[in-house]
């Protein structure tokens, strides 16, 4: 079975410091990988996602994500953080042949000044 | 609107009451999605509609939730004698195909069950 794992429940950091968002998936082929971001009272909004080729994708807002299959991570970075970019972010994995996605339980970030 | 539109943003009803729930997909977009996110959680899937077909509904919790697509476009969740345990954010999102096609949401409506 599918599963979605973020260890990491609250991140704080100042602003202009660097971000790292965990995230680890358990499937057997390759997975299909999103990072979501949803601010208070708002819905998803799609930051970037991973189906193939190169394993460092490319976001909006100035994020990053790296596959590394053999660690099954995708985790999510950022080199300098916006106070705007305090929201909580959600991975997700689909799979081949599947209709919906698995979420993880979301990383609550705090931006302070 | 070019996004995905849920109404109302806010329902509040008492247990037992039955709520509608309605989902208005970006245009032209074929699959259509519904989580159920409770407080602190990641969304949860309940159902998945291609067009107007019901393709999967293995996470609806009961038979008291019923979802529905009838002209392969607007899309109605409906919950049937409610219970305290329904109250939730309920997501809808919709995408132009399958699991590999990026998923747009709606901004929810969050439901509370008195």
């Known amino acids: 079975a599918q599963s979605v794992t973020q260890p990491d429940i609250h991140i704080t950091v100042s602003e202009g410091a660097s971000l790292e968002l965990r995230c680890n998936y358990s499937?057997?082929?390759?997975?299909?990988l999103f990072w979501y971001v949803q601010s208070p009272g708002q819905g998803l909004q799609l930051l970037l996602k991973?189906?193939?080729?190169?394993?460092l994708v490319q976001g909006i807002k100035g994020f990053e994500a790296e596959f590394k299959r053999s660690q099954s991570s995708f985790n999510l970075r950022k080199p300098s953080v916006h106070w705007s970019d305090a929201a909580e972010y959600f991975c997700?994995?689909?799979?081949?042949?599947?209709?919906?996605?698995?979420f993880g339980t979301g990383t609550r970030l705090t931006v302070i000044p | 609107g070019a996004g995905v539109s849920q109404s109302p943003r806010y329902k509040v009803a008492k247990r037992g009451q039955d709520v509608a729930l309605r989902c208005d997909p970006i245009?032209?977009?074929?699959?259509l999605f519904w989580y159920q996110q409770a407080l602190g959680q990641g969304p949860e899937f309940l159902t998945y509609?291609?067009?107007?077909?019901?393709?999967?509904k293995s996470g609806l919790p009961s038979d008291r939730f019923f979802a529905e697509r009838p002209e392969g476009s607007v899309s109605t969740l409906k919950i049937q004698r409610t219970q305290q345990e329904d109250s939730a954010v309920y997501l809808c999102?919709?995408?132009?195909?399958?699991?590999?096609?990026?998923?747009?949401f709606g901004d929810g409506t969050r439901l509370s069950i008195l």
């Open positions: 245009s032209g977009h074929v699959s």
């Open positions: 997700a994995v689909g799979q081949t042949g599947a209709n919906n996605l698995f």
């Open positions: 999102a919709s995408s132009s195909g399958t699991v590999n096609q990026p998923q747009h």
């Open positions: 509609f291609q067009n107007e077909a019901q393709l999967d």
């Open positions: 991973y189906f193939s080729g190169d394993t």
């Open positions: 499937y057997g082929a390759t997975p299909y």
